[in-house]
């Protein structure tokens, strides 16, 4: 078994689309096959039989390719062998060639081979691979010559005494086939216009399953721990809510509490402590409380001249001082009534 894949396959169908046999040129190989067994190839290349196309010359205008690909029916209107409707028109902008194939044969055959799972990546006229020159060209193929006149004109012929009197004495330049076929490229890829090439690339997903399932993981990292922060903050919030409100149940029992920081706002304002647009007095009182935490027996609290003045049992007083001077404010006590003590703080550190 020969498992040797070619550059490039060159196919080479009958005119009958019932048949599905075609010639094939691979290198300096070729042969016969169905489009299902062809040789492995990684390129192939359509050829249009020379009864299905022809080869025109004509000035063309100095125009974009696609524009003139429009004007072309009407260019060769009167030269046409077939209706301009039924012909696909191929061209250049290196010369005055013209290719006309038909159209309905090469939709068709383009289709088959799609059925096959087979996508060219040109086509070509058999003309076009007879050189161009001032002389008469003939290429043998088997028992059909392909034949092209000083004059540019293309035909085939099944005969060889009718290309021996068509050319008689004159010079021509003799050629075969498979030779020009296999080693030449023609200049005009019929695959244009209405049969332009459409992408064939694919993307193969596979590539990215590893790099995504890495990216999936790295982003539910993330994600968790973005949750996971969001969550903490959130229960450090509610628990600092929470303290707050059982600091101020417990400096003022029996008032119910709403928004802690408000109440305690209002009654430094009551007290005359705190006036418009001050915060220090509630900063120090919100420190304070965050430093005592929960359990403190406050009977009276007062805000004066930026000192905070709390009434405590004795027994609360003196533990309280020393949290505070840790916290580095400046923390005094002195006499209340009988069994309780003021404990009376600033902000400013302790010198």
Known sequence: MNDHIHTLLRILPACDLATTEVRWFAGQQSGTA?????????RTELIVPAALSNIYRAE???????????????LLEDRLLSPAASLHFGLNDQNNKIIAADRKWLTQYLSLLAGHQIVPSAAWSLYDFLPDGEG?????????????????????LDDAL???????????????????????????????????QRSQWRFDWKI?????????????LVLAGQIGDWWQLRSSKLALQREMRQTYAAAFPGEPVFDPVL??????????????????????LLQ?????GNGLQLTQLDYTNGQLSLELPDSQAGSLQSQLKGAGLSAETQPATTGRMKVLIRAQAVK
């Open 136 to 156: 008469w060209c003939v290429a043998a193929d088997q028992q059909t010559y392909l034949v092209r006149t000083p004059e540019g004109q293309y035909s085939q």
């Open 263 to 284: 109440q305690l706002q209002s009654k430094l304002r009551d007290r005359g402590g705190l006036r418009s647009g001050n915060g220090d007095g509630l900063d120090l």
């Open 208 to 220: 990215l399953q590893t790099p995504a399932l890495l990216l999936s993981a790295i982003f539910a």
């Open 34 to 42: 169905q489009l299902s067994a062809l040789p492995p190839s990684q």
């Open 162 to 196: 009718i290309v021996e009197a068509l050319i008689g004495d004159a010079l021509k330049q003799d050629l075969n086939l498979a030779d020009l076929i296999q080693n030449s490229v023609p200049g005009t890829n019929l695959l244009q216009g209405d049969f332009a």
């Open 60 to 74: 063309l205008p100095k125009q974009s390719l696609a524009r003139r690909q429009k004007l072309l029916p009407h």
């Open 288 to 292: 304070v409380a965050g430093i005592a």
